[in-house]
């Protein structure tokens, strides 16, 4: 192409591609057209359906173009109002989070800045607010200040992480795989099993560890797994725990738990995504021991309300996550001479990451932790008064939980199973408040889990007033 048709392409080329450079006026009736749909949908919260199940319409991506009230119009009939209302004090079903709105302006200016903190040198100031808030985190759980740390999309990926490290710090591969072993609990969140399959220990021992009578892990049967485990030539190397399961919300004996890894030479690993923040509350001593792990992971996206998309994992072994994470290239030749470790790029599978740091950072600097704690507090009361109001209206319970996650069912005289079933399918017809269900020792149990902070006592209230109707429909 000649010089003068490369200018005529271009010029012809202009016009179009700076559609994508809105300019201020356009950016302002824009900006006040989403302020205003937040608005409304932020307010009329209090009386929105928790659960909703629509047909969804035509969501495809053809030539055409729309304005954008028109696709905010679609986005709140389609997305919105459609399926779980994850935003809504409503939501007491699986581990809700919550939406907190600090959040969300944290991921505009995110989003806006554009800003790369993966990589120290590309944004110092947002690698060091990332680390800033894996340092508040490592105060929190008592790990010493050499553990290193990233932010992470959530709890499965901070998974990922950890066992990456203990499996390489065990250098457990090749022919070592199908001796290594795993313990963990039934109640251990499926994102273990994933995760050992995708890094590449699908063929590991796992053993179950029996549970005792509140679903809590019991270290005798796991010290004595362990034992047998290695007088059969077999290598214990990770033991997975739970504080804060999802089904039960119960917190593993994670001291004697701990003691058992360190005298058995095993890497204990604690899943702390739900339950972890609640170690700023009265159940502080719950959660003793938890800094003798080797790793742990935690969700702000659940005990901090945040929008979903970020969790945390805590490594005190930062050479073994190094080993699994750092890769040098020759693109990347001018970041080479910096330390690695302030680099979350070196201690994750993600290079290119959304700035996370800030939607964590900036709430925290805004509402103080005070407002946190007493909403984590808030819910662990609400937790025993739903349980309360449901004993009264006859239902049985499962045992005082840990948490703010229990189950109930009720004694129907026959088809007990079949009948709560009926009464969750009731349920979630009604929509007003979402309810999960689950199996627990062989019985369908309808699952309550409070968290979102925009739950309140009003909200207990409405949810036993739902329960109550369905289940006179039921009898």
Known sequence: MEKNELLTALEALDSTSRQLDIDETERSAMMQAVTAYANQFLSSLKDAKAFAKNEVGDLSIQSQTYSLSQILTIFQNEVAANGINAASGTHLGYIPGGGLFASAIADFL????????????????????????????????????????????????????????????????????PNAVVYLSEQVHHSTQKALRIIGLGDVVIRTIALDKNHRMQAPELNAAIEKDKASGLQP????????????????????IADIAIAQGCWHHVDAAYGGFFILTSKKDKFKG?????????????????????????????????????????????????TLLKSSANLSPELTKHFRGLRVWLPLQLHGIQPFIACLEEK????????????????????????????????????????????????HRDGSVFLSSSMIDGRFVIRMAILTFRTKKSTIDKAVEMIKNCLQKIL
């Not at 993966?118 to 808030?133: F, I, K, L, R």
């Not at 190397?237 to 004697?256: E, K, Q």
């Open 380 to 427: 662990i009361l609400l937790t025993a008064y739903f349980r309360m109001q449901l004993q009264e209206l006859g239902f049985c319970l499962g045992p005082e939980p840990d948490l703010s996650v229990s189950y109930f069912w009720y004694p129907f005289p026959s088809d007990t199973d079949a009948k709560n079933k009926a009464l969750m399918a009731a349920i």
């Open 237 to 256: 190397f990770l033991i997975v725990s739970s504080s804060g399961t999802t089904d039960t919300g119960a917190i593993d004996p994670l001291d004697a």
């Open 290 to 338: 938890i800094e003798k792990a080797d790793s742990l992971i935690v969700d702000p996206h659940k005990g901090m309300f945040l929008p979903y998309g970020v969790g945390a994992v805590l490594v005190k072994d930062s050479e073994a996550v190094l080993q699994s994470n750092y890769y040098a290239a020759n693109y990347m030749q001018d970041v080479s001479n910096e």
């Open 110 to 177: 995110a989003a806006v800045s554009n800003t790369y903190a993966s990589v120290h040198y590309a944004s110092p100031g947002a690698a060091t607010m990332e680390n800033e808030v894996i340092n508040w985190l490592k105060n929190i759980f008592g790990f010493p200040a050499s553990a290193v740390g990233c932010l992470s999309s959530g709890g499965s990926i901070s998974t990922l992480i950890a066992f990456t490290a203990a499996r390489d710090r065990h250098g457990i591969k090749n022919e070592k795989v």
